[in-house]
């Protein structure tokens, strides 16, 4: 896989006399297929801290893989991207827009992960997330999709802590969404979803 990677000056220095400034990266995720890096910046060009974007291309193909990366140099103005851009449109399709974790024991050891299924088609990701996040802050949150974008009934949320998934899970399992289906959540470790 190649990456292209676009660095732009900072839009003026907020953080004048401030050492204070901790860096932060975003990832950007379910982007349509024409989103240039232009696209991208433009698109989190309002939050002044932010220095550089990436946007993954296939390496041999030079298509994207839409999905990237937005690099601010204040932890909060990442934040208030996440609250303002997440599930909001460009080109045409909604955006994930979650913390960036380049850990790969972070991601993958299963702590905080939850697995859903029987969703409704009517629950798009931006309602799946609302589903979750009075229990805890989230890593990331996505139903997973056909082709045409249509969910497949399934998703699955990552908490920063444990025991918000663990709180999840116990007051969701078995609820019903949509007047007819009955949510079936588990956590990574105990699950017998056959």
Known sequence: MASLYAHFPAAGNAFSGSNSVVPASLYVGDLHPSVTEGTLYDAFAQFK??????????SSTGRSLCYGYANFLSRQDAYHAIEKKNHSMLNGKMIRVMWSVREFDARNNGVGNVFVKNLPESVNNAGFQGMFKTFGDIVSCKIATFEDGKSRGYGFVQFEQEDAAHAAIEKL?????????MLHICNKHQ???N
């Open 49 to 58: 801290s932010l220095t550089s974007v990436r946007l993954c291309k296939d």
């Open 173 to 181: 399992n078995g609820t019903i969404v949509a007047d007819k289906e």
């Open 191 to 193: 699950c017998k979803c």
